[in-house]
């Protein structure tokens, strides 16, 4: 689609796309960087940054788009996740009110950023990069990567409050074929349809979709075998998001200027050989 054109988008974690604004994708770094998001045009061009005042990033791996507390408003979720830097029994996702993007692409301060925290069973410690929100319901869900390749999938229930701590529950427990390739096995990024019938789920080498029905349960639709979609060859790939239609799915790695892809679903993927 184009080339991120931001110089300040070094290493995109994450990707999700806005379902009122036709023409933003939000993204963000990785960890040692500033808490600012990054609205971007569908060819890569830079449409301005926000810094989520009251935060900051420890190690943001994953962004997700969904509903909160209002109802009508689309809210923007943000994982402070990651164990690069720290290995922590407590996360953090940050949940703000998705800004309205202008053509100015000056810097802005977004407030009304809310902390939600989290821990999972026993307090043990897990990397998840992955995070999405589910539109039937508003529960939230944390996707964990492992070298193994099982990664968990745990949800907080909807309504996430922010004046308490939420203990995550393990819903699904997912291995994923090793193909040999580098990272085939670690999850980095995933996203839910608009409507929640499907979810991709990333890895470093492979992208694997799960359908879902309209009376399944995120752990229902986890359980049947995925597919395989389709990626380009990235340095390091990890952000992955549904376009606002749902009809397909963008990609970006980490890196300076990166290409910016688009897949469109035209089709029923082909079940994958190794389910």
């Known amino acids: 689609m184009g080339t991120v054109a931001s110089s300040h988008v070094v290493e995109a974690s994450g990707l999700v796309a806005s379902r009122k604004q036709p023409d933003v994708l939000w993204v963000h770094n990785d960890s040692g960087n500033a808490a600012t998001l990054y609205a971007l045009g569908r060819d890569g061009r830079n449409r301005g940054s926000y810094q989520l005042a009251g935060c900051e990033c420890i190690d943001w791996e994953d962004i997700a788009l969904g509903p909160g507390p209002a109802p009508g408003t689309d809210y ?6 990651g164990t690069n830097n720290l290995a922590r029994d407590v996360i953090t996702v940050y949940r703000v009110p998705e800004p309205q993007v202008t053509d100015s692409q000056a810097a802005k301060d977004l407030s009304g950023a809310v902390a939600l925290r989290f821990s999972y069973p026993g307090h043990r410690v897990h990397d998840a990069e992955t995070l999405f929100i589910d539109p039937r319901g508003g529960d939230l869900y944390l996707v964990t990567k492992s070298a193994a390749g099982d ?24 291995e994923w074929p090793d193909t040999g390739a580098r990272g085939a096995t ?12 499907a979810i991709i789920l990333k890895t470093y080498t492979q992208a694997l979709w799960f359908s879902r029905g309209k009376t399944e349960s995120i752990a229902e639709a986890f359980s049947r075998a995925p597919c395989a979609l389709k990626l380009a060859t990235e340095p390091q790939g990890e952000a992955l998001g549904f376009s606002a239609d749902g009809a ?3 990609t970006v790695s980490e890196g300076s200027h990166q290409p910016l892809y688009y897949f469109a679903l035209q089709a029923a993927p082909p079940l994958h050989p190794n389910p």
Not at 153 to 171: G, T
């Open 186 to 197: 670690r999850t980095t990024g995933g996203d839910i349809a608009p409507d929640g019938s």
């Open 248 to 250: 397909g799915y963008y």
């Open 76 to 81: 923007l979720y943000v994982a402070d996740s």
């Open 151 to 174: 990664s968990g999938v745990y949800r907080a229930a909807s309504p996430i409050l922010e004046d308490k701590p939420h203990q995550l529950e393990l819903v699904k427990l997912l």
